[in-house]
């Protein structure tokens, strides 16, 4: 059964290029190998990332994620069981959010992951692939 999940976290450190070619080269890699396709939304401090595949697969995989030192707070926000994919062509595609992203408006604080549904989440990655602004 195929599903997809939306998680959102909060980086560890700065996320410098270096730190963010090494997420990427490390997903591309291991995704290709096991089924997975997906996006990840990345700035000021917030790491947004979808993720495609089999249960099983995205399962061992969000657990494996989860315990990254390079981020914490990691919340999933969304699963659901899906027919389709909807980020295919990519092992892992890459888009950067700005400070006024509505993505990047989390209060921490009183943070309650369910106030990011997501519809949300999906119809702001769908702007960012419009916009051309989605590296894949
Ligand atoms: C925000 C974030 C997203 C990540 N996404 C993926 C991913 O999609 N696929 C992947 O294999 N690793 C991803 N990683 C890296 C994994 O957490 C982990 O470091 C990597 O799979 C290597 O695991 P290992 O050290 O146990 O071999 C991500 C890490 C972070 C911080």
Redesign the pocket.
């Known amino acids: 059964m195929l599903v997809r999940v939306f998680y959102v976290?909060a980086?560890v450190g700065p996320q410098t290029t270096a730190v963010t070619q090494s997420?990427l080269q490390?997903?591309q890699?291991?995704?290709c190998q096991?089924g997975?396709t997906?996006v990840?939304l990345?700035g000021q401090g917030i790491?947004l990332?979808a993720?495609e595949g089999e249960q099983d697969e995205v399962n061992r995989?969000y657990a494996?994620?989860a315990?990254?030192p390079?981020?914490n707070r990691v919340e999933m926000v969304h699963c659901e069981n899906i027919e389709q994919r909807r980020y295919g062509n990519w092992s892992?595609a890459h888009a950067e959010l700005s400070d006024l992203d509505p993505m990047t408006q989390i209060e921490w604080q009183t943070f309650d992951p369910h106030s990011i549904t997501g519809l949300l989440v999906l119809a702001r990655i769908d702007q960012l692939i419009e916009t051309g602004q989605m590296i894949g």
């Open positions: 976290s980086a997420i490390q997903s890699a291991y995704n096991h997975i997906g990840l990345q790491y990332q993720l995989l494996r994620i315990s990254d390079r981020h892992m």
